[in-house]
């Protein structure tokens, strides 16, 4: 099939040929995602309104053999919408409807389209929000697709954690829903949780019932710095540790600090910190953050600052949301390669020395962040794509990485997913599994049309015959 015999299907399938588009650059807007990984156009880009828009496309897809790849904000950072086949750009943007917001049963459904910050103000008039942010203003179908985590999790877990139900279509357009609203089940095999992290590969995500919580009536950020990352750890492990109810346990090295004050302006003290927030009642934040105050002085703290002022506490989440950006601006001419790894909390000093010791060795450019709270670390990695020293260079930091992380009990990422970057640091942390999880692909996706190159190795199935 030809790219003009795909697109002339697509259009008579959808009934409107303005959500089918094979301009260079609309193609080239779905080609690549925010990071190092090369970009590769799709065939052709399809703008879905429904979930019987996706379903037709599927069904089209599977029965030509014809690869699609789900595409939502763009933000993924390990390759995940990247079209490696070429064949079909599934843009589920403008299914950005919020359905319904619950505040009895505390919940909201939203199409797959909806992202993080227009979730917040649906459900910000009810005195509600939603938990999981992962910094980036991602859909909630790309945040369910990759099992999105952030700043957050030690609170309130990751995106899995907090989604109820979901729609999905498969391979060959059947629409499946997962879940339903109560709060739990015990109903058969978890198939709600084997979707959520599948990165598109068994299936579109196309609506979502997600978990809410009250807005807090209260919130303070501790900003800590320590004379040394093992110290600020350390700080971080038995923050945890003691039981305080604190939201965020954020951990920045003094590289990304540094990075920071270019960036932003701003006059933070250049050294290993941790920003520390707790929420609740006035007398709950006080007592969790006296508890972090004793903490962190027993380590060494060099600085302790409370944020109180709303203001204030937002310039500094926006200044470690930054962090990536301020990456990006002390390393002109390279490009992310973002990676992240995740150990037990008491792996988490051994695992951020060994990776800054890593980079110095290999004269590598990265800041090291990191939510501290749950044992996830994040290297801001930088390298010049055309430079091939330096990329195998960074390739070998990143086996090294995994390699470290795996030994000291943990995984070859926390957050980001597999996407086509990880695929081997999957096979070496889950061999033995492999074999089940292909045999699943298999039911779910037996062409493999669905977002191939990514999470397990693919066939090659491009423009089918």
């Known amino acids: 099939m030809t790219v003009l015999e795909l697109r002339d299907a697509l259009v008579e ?39 019987e828009d996706v379903s037709a496309v599927l069904a089209l897809a599977d029965e030509r053999r014809i690869a699609v790849t789900p595409f939502g904000a763009g933000s993924s950072l390990e390759g995940h919408v990247i079209p490696v086949e070429g064949g079909i750009s599934l843009d589920l943007t403008r299914m950005d409807r919020v359905l319904d917001v619950s505040p009895a049963d505390l919940t909201a459904t939203v199409q797959a389209g909806v992202t993080r910050s227009a979730l917040e103000r649906a459900t910000a008039e009810h005195g509600l929000f939603f938990p999981v942010d992962p910094g980036a203003d991602a859909t909630l179908g790309g945040m369910a697709a990759t099992n999105a985590a952030g700043t957050t999790t030690v609170r309130y877990g990751k995106i899995r954690a907090n989604v109820l139900a979901l729609e999905a279509v498969l391979a060959g357009g059947r629409v499946v829903r997962a879940g339903s609203r109560a709060p739990k089940t015990s109903a058969g095999y978890d198939l709600l949780g084997l979707l959520i992290g599948s990165e598109g590969t068994l299936g579109v995500i196309t609506e979502l019932t997600v978990r809410l919580h009250g807005i807090p009536e209260h919130a303070v950020v501790l900003r800590l710095a320590f004379p040394d990352v093992e110290a600020a750890c350390r700080a971080a492990t038995t923050t945890v540790a003691a039981g305080t109810g604190v939201t965020r346990v954020e951990l920045l090295d003094a590289w990304t600090i540094r990075a920071i004050n270019a960036h932003q302006g701003t006059g933070l003290p250049v050294g290993p910190s941790l920003y520390v927030e707790a929420t609740g009642s006035e007398a709950t934040v006080a007592s969790d953050l006296e508890l972090v105050r004793e903490i962190a002085l027993s380590e060494g703290a060099t600085d302790v600052v409370s944020e109180r002022d709303p203001t204030a506490r937002t310039r500094l989440w926006a200044a470690r949301h930054s962090s990536a950006y301020a990456a990006a601006a002390a390393a002109p001419g390279k490009q992310s390669r973002s990676t992240d790894i995740c150990v037990p909390l008491s792996e988490l000093a051994g695992a951020v020395s060994f990776a800054r010791e890593e980079l110095e060795r290999r004269g590598l450019v990265a800041g090291i962040v990191g939510h501290a709270g749950d044992g996830n670390v994040h290297l801001s990695l930088h390298v010049d794509p055309d430079d091939a020293d330096e990329v195998r260079s960074s390739d070998e930091l990143i086996e090294l990485l995994v390699t470290d992380a795996l030994a000291r ?28 999880m292909r045999g699943i692909k298999q039911v779910f996706d037996p062409n493999g049309i669905m977002n191939p190159g990514k999470v397990l190795p693919h066939l090659d199935v491009s423009l089918g015959d």
């Open 409 to 436: 009990g943990g995984t070859c990422t926390g957050e980001h997913g597999i996407g086509l970057g990880k695929v081997h640091a999957l096979e070496q942390e889950h061999g033995d599994l492999v074999p089940l």
């Open 13 to 51: 399938a959808l009934g409107d040929p303005g959500r089918v588009s094979d301009g260079e650059s609309e193609r080239d807007l779905h080609a690549g995602d925010i990071t190092f990984h090369r970009p590769r156009r799709p065939d052709v880009v399809v703008y879905a309104t429904t979930t």
